[in-house]
């Protein structure tokens, strides 16, 4: 079992930025792929942005694309994802996930699951 804990999100102002954390417990070395996915009110879960296990390989939704940027810290078995110039279209809730392999955008490629942590970008 992994045990993903997301921490970082809140209120912001459009044009601002966040940085979201997942710490991750458990026998995180069965799944080695992280990835960031959100939903908004609504709307389906949908793909955000993955980082492989070296941090070598990086992959992201166009919607943020030169905007987020993930990152990990193996040592600290945590992986965060830098948002800059949010927008109200960000707005929704964020979840970390774990999977066997890195870059995957579907919901079912993915293992674990954190409960989320809410992101609100206002206009």
């Known amino acids: 079992q992994v045990q993903l804990v997301e921490s970082g999100g809140g209120l912001v102002q459009a044009g601002g930025s966040l940085r979201l954390s997942c710490a991750a417990s458990g026998r995180t070395f069965s799944t080695t792929g992280r990835g960031w996915f959100r939903q908004a009110p609504g709307k389906e879960r949908e793909f955000v942005s993955g980082?492989?296990?070296?941090?070598?390989?990086?992959y992201y939704a166009d919607s943020v694309k030169g905007r987020f940027t993930i990152s990990r810290d193996n040592a600290k078995n945590t992986v965060y994802l830098q948002m800059n110039s949010l927008k109200p279209e960000d707005t929704g809730v964020y979840y970390c996930a774990a999977g066997r392999l890195a870059g995957r955008r579907r919901t079912s490629d993915y293992d674990y699951w954190g409960q989320g942590t809410q992101v609100t970008v206002s206009s």
């Open positions: 980082i492989s296990w070296s941090g070598d390989y990086t």
